[in-house]
Each structure stands twice: as structure tokens, then as C-alpha cells.
Antibody
Framework: EVQLVESGGGLVKPGGSLRLSCAAS????????MSWVRQAPGKGLEWVGR??????????DYAAPVKGRFTITRDDSTDTLYLQMNSLKTEDTAMYYC???????????WGQGRLVTVSS | EVVLTQSPGTLALSPGERATLSCRAS???????LAWYQQKPGQVPRLLIN???NRATGVPDRFSGSGSGTDFTLTITRLEPEDSAVYYC?????????FGQGTKLEIK
């Protein structure tokens, strides 16, 4: 069974930084594209960014609203995905989900999510 | 960026009826890289369909996906009360992923 367990998050002031982690198990992490998806309170789903496998050069793509502020990395030695969030804005307040990407670009597996609140 | 527009916004049907949810893309979705998700209140989204028409593991055959190009449909037959949820479509193309705004399905 695939398990994705996020940690980190919490309350931060505008302009601050936060890092989320996602520990993966039950899948071959190094062979899997990974992604972050977020959902603001009462709103729909929004893709944040995706990191390919290292064999695919580990290419990373970001959604326009977070590009230049957020950084996704992966550690295949510990099967962990990270999301470093800098220059946070109030509109970044959301539940952040770690996901494993499938062969058709779908988000096949989801973590339980971590709430990030950006407020003064 | 490919914009996905879902309709209707809300759908209210009775148990046993058939639901038809639409997802229209602003440009052709390459390779039919189109997925559908179900999200119940307070829960994590669940993958239902990938590749436009492939049911994910454990998804009942009452759920089916169809379509290609710019027009896609999620059909749910023999509706059950537990099908009450918000349904999202999602596409992947040109290294970007986008979601539709969601259709809320209410079972009366």
C-alpha cells in the first residue's frame, strides 16, 4: 500500500518561509514523479509543482503563482519529497498535498495533507 | 495554459439515477491525459479515472470516463447516497497540470 505522509506546515507571517516534507513508502520512490497540490479553504484544487525522476534529469516545473518563490526537491536515499516555500503570501494559505504522479499525468496517490496558514 | 471548464456547477439527482458530468478544455488535451477525482467533505481527493477512460484500482464500474480532444465526460450510473461529493477533472500537458473548478453532486 502506498503511503505518503506529510509533515511541517503551520502558521507563518506574510513574507516568511516554511518547509514541508513528505515521506513515501509502498512505491519505488526513485522511479516516481512526485508533485504538490494545494487547496485553499473552501476552494478547488490547484497544482503547485512537479519533480521528475532523477533519471529524467529531475526536471522541475512550477505553477505560475509560486514560480520563483517555491522550490521542490527530492531525496531518493530517504524516499522523501520536500517543498520549500519562501516569500509566503496570504493567498498561499491552503492544505498542501503530496502526490505521486502516474503514467497519464494523474495524481494517483495522495497524502493526508498539511495546513499552511499565512497570516499576520 | 489549458483551462478546464466543468459543467454543471451543481447537480442534484436521486438514488438510482444517472449523472453526466462534463469537462471542456480550452485546447486539445494531448494523449488523453485527462483524469477525474472525487472529493467528499473533509476528505482527500480520490483518483477515479486516468487516461480519460481507465478506472483506477478499486473504483466501481458504475463510474466511467469518455471523450477525447477537448470534450470529456464522467458518467456515474445507479447513483448511491455515498456518491455525494465534488468531482474534479484534471489535465497534463506541456509540463503543466490544471484542474477544473469542480462539479458538486448532491444525492437527494
Amino acid at each position: 500500500e502506498v503511503q505518503l505522509v506529510e509533515s511541517g506546515g503551520g502558521l507563518v507571517k506574510p513574507g516568511g518561509s516554511l518547509r514541508l516534507s513528505c515521506a513515501a513508502s509502498g512505491l519505488t520512490f526513485s522511479d516516481t514523479w512526485m508533485s504538490w497540490v494545494r487547496q485553499a479553504p473552501g476552494k478547488g484544487l490547484e497544482w503547485v509543482g512537479r519533480i521528475k525522476r532523477n533519471i529524467d534529469v529531475g526536471t522541475i516545473d512550477y505553477a505560475a503563482p509560486v514560480k520563483g518563490r517555491f522550490t521542490i526537491t527530492r531525496d531518493d536515499s530517504t524516499d522523501t519529497l520536500y517543498l520549500q516555500m519562501n516569500s509566503l503570501k496570504t493567498e498561499d494559505t491552503a492544505m498542501y498535498y503530496c502526490t505521486a504522479v502516474g503514467g497519464f499525468g494523474e495524481f494517483a496517490h495522495w497524502g493526508q495533507g498539511r495546513l499552511v496558514t499565512v497570516s499576520s | 495554459e489549458v483551462v478546464l471548464t466543468q459543467s454543471p456547477g451543481t447537480l442534484a439527482l436521486s438514488p438510482g439515477e444517472r449523472a453526466t458530468l462534463s469537462c471542456r478544455a480550452s485546447q486539445s488535451v494531448s494523449g488523453n491525459y485527462l483524469a477525474w477525482y472525487q472529493q467528499k467533505p473533509g476528505q482527500v481527493p480520490r483518483l477515479l479515472i486516468n487516461g480519460a477512460s481507465n478506472r483506477a484500482t478499486g473504483v466501481p464500474d458504475r463510474f466511467s470516463g469518455s471523450g477525447s480532444g477537448t470534450d470529456f465526460t464522467l458518467t456515474i450510473t445507479r447513483l448511491e447516497p455515498e456518491d455525494s461529493a465534488v468531482y474534479y477533472c484534471q489535465q497534463y500537458g506541456s509540463s503543466q497540470y490544471t484542474f477544473g473548478q469542480g462539479t458538486k453532486l448532491e444525492i437527494k
